[in-house]
């Protein structure tokens, strides 16, 4: 997956590291995906957010290059059935371009 800054494109994750593809985004177009591993990123601070799964304990995650907000990273989930997502990262589909993808 590439995001495409203003002039370049900077690679943040790979389409084999995608673990959920659909899930529904609190803020900007509402779609995203969840990952298991990205790049080429830099992390806001921690904090405290409800989202539409429940409270979780997140940071959010911006282009290494153009410092543009594209996902969050879930650190803590407070309920039991969201436990699957911490350590896992969420990317807005709006901010990225599938390239070399199979799927």
């Known amino acids: 997956i590439r995001r495409p800054p203003r002039s370049t494109q900077s690679r943040s994750s790979a ?16 779609k995203a995906y969840l990952f298991n591993n990205v790049v080429n990123i830099t992390s806001g601070p921690v904090e ?14 911006f282009c290494k290059n ?3 907000k594209i996902g ?5 989930a407070f309920d039991e059935s969201q436990k699957y997502k ?6 807005e589909k709006a901010h990225l ?7």
């Open 48 to 61: 405290d957010r409800i989202l539409l799964s429940g409270l979780h304990t997140v940071c959010d995650l």
């Open 86 to 91: 911490e350590g896992k990262f969420i990317l």
């Open 72 to 76: 969050w990273k879930y650190e803590k």
């Open 66 to 68: 153009c410092h543009t």
């Open 97 to 103: 371009v599938k390239k070399y993808w199979t799927y």
């Open 15 to 30: 389409a084999s590291d995608v673990y959920k593809r659909q899930t529904q985004s609190t803020w900007g177009s509402g």
